[in-house]
Structure formats: structure tokens, C-alpha cells
């Protein structure tokens, strides 16, 4: 039966996935995986600012291109991740004083949209990521301690001006469902925007765990984003699951990601979803919450899993 990416272009969505170099360079299952079934990546960590910018003013685009150039080859978008974020960020940023970080977040925005501005590959990035805390504050990252709130207007203005095309995002996780900290989001979106601040889109990170239950208000929560005119996304799906695997757990993990892709197609708003990788065998939930895993639609030998199954039913 069709890929996953011909179906969810049939209904105007894109379904993505994010990719890491090193697989994508050594394993023939993961780049076929990757070209056939998406037709959207996201970069696991290639476009991050420890990649991009080690040191001040040394820009590396290895990485990030060998992804926009994948994408490219198999006719896919690619959505930039990330530009201004309080983790994967070099030490000399966290170090400068108030007007010159807010000069290097400047250039830097500048330089790596700039690099991918007339490359019709890349079409949106997250601009900012992850300012939140769980109850609804700003995250005290060393951006908002050194820059306070100003820090997001200006990444976006500066994002807006590196590329007038691209679709700029904002993006989050624990936001699926309505609560403190996508309240928090929605509150700030629907004031940048009332300010002429160009937020065009909210990311949903969407990690989600069997064992917490799913956000069922999911669409309802994705509804009231889009009703303040931004696209919304899904941006980072995985479903993880305490180890070991097991049927039960599996068929849990598949409702899971069928009622997300249901909750997107029910959106018009809502472009589409990318999951967080797609084969177990490259996943950062193992690394990230110990004893969890297999949170992804394809095993660790790259076979579809009962969740491939019900993404491609859903779409
Ligand atoms: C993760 C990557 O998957 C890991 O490989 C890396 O070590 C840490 O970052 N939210 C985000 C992503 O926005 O960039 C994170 O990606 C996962 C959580």
C-alpha cells in the first residue's frame, strides 16, 4: 500500500520525520525509510546552534546541509530546528552581556536563515523554543535572565527580515493539551501578533508517554491556536513507553498516534505532523528517560510497528 507521505498529501497535510547525519550518511534502511515515507524532515540536531555556531562568528552548515540537500533530492520540505533555544547553545553565547547577545542572536538568525532564505527547501522555522515553564512562567534560561522577555520579538523580527518567506514558529512541549503553560503560549502569541510581531505558527513538541495518559483535548487546544490565525504543527511526536515492549503497550502506543494524526486532519489549520526519528534504533528517549523507549513507528530493525499502521489508516 502507498507511503505514508502520499497519503497525507492527498489530504493537503505534510507528514514529517526528524533525521540525524550519521545514519542518514551509513545505513541505506534509514535513508530509503526516510525518502520514501516523508515528505517533511526536520533536523535531529543539525541545525542547532552547537552545530551551526560553535564558536562566535565560525559558522559550520556540514550537517545542515547534508539534510536540506536529502530533503531537496526527494522532494521534501524541510522545517528549521532551532534558532534561539536555552539548550545545545555554546557557552560563549550564555557568557555575553545583554547587548551583545542580543547582537549575536541577531547575526546568528541572520546568517542561518539567510544560508536557506532562496532555498525553496526550507520553508519555516522555531524561532524560539521551549521559553516556558510547566506553571505558565518564562523558562529563567539565560536568554530571559540576560535579555528579559524582549529576547522573542526580536528573534522573530530578525527571523522575518534573514527570510520575508519562511513561516516562523514558535515551539514547545507539554502544550498539547489546554492547560497553564499552553495558556501561557497562547496568551503570548495572541499579544506578539496584536504588537505586529511576525509569529506565524506554534509548534506542538507532542513526547508523549503511554503511561501519562493522553491529552484529549489535543484538537480543541490546537482549534483555539489556530482561531488567533497562526498555522499550528505537530513537531516532535514520539510515544514512549516504560521497556520492555509489549502488545498491549504497542496497540496503547498506536491509539496514540492515530488520535494525533485525527486530531491534525481535524484542524484545517494544523499542516501537518513529524514524529521524532521513526525507527527505535535512533531515538533520544532511551539517552532522555531511563527505562523508557520504543517510542517510534518503525523497531529497531527498521519493520513498521502497529503505530506505522494507524498513522497510515488515520491519513
Ligand atoms: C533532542 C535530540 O533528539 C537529541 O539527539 C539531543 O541529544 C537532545 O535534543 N525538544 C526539542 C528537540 O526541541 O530539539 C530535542 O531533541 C528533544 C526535545
Redesign the pocket.
Known sequence: SASLRTHAAAKGKFIGA?L?TSPLSNETSYRNIAATEFNQVTA??AM?WDATEPSQGQFNFSGADAIVNFATQNNQQVHG??LV?H??TPSWVQNLGASAMRQAMQNHISQVVGRYANNATVVSW?VV??IFDENGGWRTSFWYNTLGQSFVADAFRAARAADPNARLCI?D?NVEGINAKSTAMYNLVSSLRQQGVPVDCVGF?S?LAIQYGFPNDLQRNLQRFADLGVQVRIT?LDVRMQMPRDATKDATQATYYRNVVNACLAVTACAGVTI?GFTDKHS?VP??FPGQGAALIYNESYQPKPAYNAVHDAL
Open positions: 526528524a540525524a535531529e540536531n542547532k530546528h532551532t533555544w539548550s545545545q522555531d523554543n521551549e515551539n512541549y513538541q513526547h516532535e521524532w533520544w539517552d532522555t
